[in-house]
C-alpha cells in the first residue's frame, strides 16, 4: 500500500539557517496528492502546502516544495527560519483510492 | 465559513465506561476521519467514511466503532475503554483525496 517517509525525530536548527525537512512517498498510482501539514503545540494540524503537479514548485507562508515524481519526493524547504517555524510537520500522500497516509512526523525546533 | 468541529474537548472517564466523541462539519465534505495521535506516534488513522453509512477501518481500529447517519456529523465510540485509549482523538473532513480540515482535538483520559 501507499507509505510516506519523512525526516525522522527531531530538527534543531539556529535561527535564520535553512530548512529542508525530506518526504519521499510509494504508491502505484500516477497522480498522487502530496501535502505539508504544520501542528503547533497544542493546536490541530492544519494544511501548509499541496502539490498534484510535477516539477511545480508551490508555496506558502515563506515555506515552499515541489512534487518530483521521478524521485517520488515533496521535501518542504524555507530560506530562513524562525522561532515561530518550531512546530510539528507532517508530510501526507492522498489519492482518491486508498485512505490518505501520513509520514510519522518531524519535529522542528528552532533556537535562538 | 469552513470549520469542523468536536465535542467534548477534554473528558475524564473510568475504566469500563462508554465514551461518544462526536465531530460536526459545515463543508459538506463526503469523507471524515478518526485519528488519535500519542507522543512520538504521529497521526493513527482509526476510521475513515467516505459519506453517510459507508465507514472503513483505518490502521488502528481495535476497541472503537464508528457512526455516520448525517453527512455533517461523524461520531467516534468506545465501547468499555481502556486505559490505553487515552489520548488526543482528532476528526477531520475533506473532500475525497483533497486537503484535511482538522478539528480542535479531544483529549480523553481514561483512568
Known amino acids: 500500500g501507499d507509505s510516506v517517509t519523512q525526516t525522522e525525530g527531531l530538527v534543531t536548527l539556529t535561527e535564520g539557517l535553512p530548512v529542508m525537512l525530506n518526504c519521499t512517498y510509494q504508491?502505484?498510482?500516477?497522480?498522487?496528492?502530496l501535502f505539508w501539514y504544520v501542528q503547533h503545540l497544542n493546536e490541530s494540524p492544519r494544511l501548509l502546502l499541496k502539490?498534484?503537479?510535477?516539477?511545480k514548485r508551490t508555496e506558502h507562508q515563506g515555506f515552499h516544495a515541489t512534487l518530483h515524481k521521478s524521485s517520488s519526493s515533496f521535501h518542504l524547504q524555507k530560506s530562513s527560519a524562525q522561532l515561530s517555524d518550531s512546530a510539528l510537520y507532517y508530510c501526507?500522500?492522498?489519492?482518491?483510492?486508498?485512505?490518505?497516509?501520513f509520514g510519522a512526523g518531524t519535529k522542528l525546533s528552532v533556537k535562538p | 465559513d469552513m470549520k469542523v468541529t468536536q465535542m467534548p474537548r477534554y473528558l475524564i472517564k473510568r475504566m469500563g465506561e462508554n465514551v461518544l466523541l462526536e465531530c460536526g462539519q459545515d463543508?459538506?465534505?463526503?469523507?471524515m476521519y478518526w485519528y488519535r495521535q500519542d507522543p512520538g506516534l504521529g497521526l493513527q488513522l482509526i476510521y475513515i467514511?467516505?459519506?453517510?453509512?459507508?465507514?472503513s477501518e483505518g490502521d488502528i481500529p481495535k476497541g472503537y466503532r464508528v457512526s455516520r447517519k448525517k453527512r455533517e456529523h461523524f461520531s467516534l465510540i468506545l465501547d468499555s475503554a481502556k486505559t490505553n485509549q487515552t489520548s488526543v482523538y482528532f476528526c477531520?473532513?475533506?473532500?475525497?483525496?483533497?486537503?484535511?480540515?482538522f478539528g480542535p482535538g479531544t483529549r480523553l483520559t481514561v483512568l
Open positions: 477531520a473532513s475533506s473532500s475525497t483525496g483533497d486537503e484535511q480540515y
Open positions: 504508491t502505484i498510482y500516477s497522480n498522487p496528492f
Open positions: 502539490s498534484f503537479t510535477d516539477n
Open positions: 501526507a500522500l492522498s489519492n482518491n483510492n486508498n485512505a490518505p497516509r
Open positions: 463543508m459538506s465534505h463526503e469523507t
Open positions: 467514511s467516505y459519506d453517510v453509512d459507508s465507514n
